[in-house]
Nanobody, 115 residues
Framework: QVQLVESGGGLVQAGGSLRLSCAAS????????LDWYRQAPGKQRDLVAT???????SYADSVKGRFTISRDNGKNTVSLQMNSLKPEDTAVYYC?????????WGRGTQVTVSS
């Protein structure tokens, strides 16, 4: 059974930093591409960052230069370091993996950035 559990969200002032983590189980972690998405109230869920099995990374334009995605295959975790946070980064952040054609999501972690 695939499980993704996010942690690390919270309330932070604009300009601050947070580090999100996602612990994965039930998958062959090292061979999977992993993603972080976010969803603000009343908006669609958007892709924030991806890290491939080979360690290549890509980011949404809105977070480039501020967010860094990383993975630890020994601990089956994927992290998102978020710096220079802005109020528009406020959202629920979700960890995601695609396995055998199925999408798996965590429950999400709330990030709130105050101005």
């Amino acid at each position: 059974q695939v499980q993704l559990v996010e942690s690390g969200g919270g309330l932070v002032q604009a300009g601050g930093s947070l580090r999100l983590s996602c612990a994965a189980s039930g998958i062959a972690f090292a061979i999977r591409d992993l993603d972080w998405y976010r969803q603000a109230p009343g908006k669609q869920r958007d892709l924030v960052a991806t890290i491939t099995s080979g360690g290549d990374t890509s980011y949404a334009d809105s977070v480039k230069g501020r967010f860094t995605i990383s993975r630890d295959n020994g601990k089956n975790t994927v992290s998102l370091q978020m710096n220079s946070l802005k109020p528009e980064d406020t959202a629920v952040y979700y960890c995601h993996v695609l396995r055998r054609g199925l999408n798996y999501w965590g429950r999400g972690t709330q990030v709130t950035v105050s101005s």
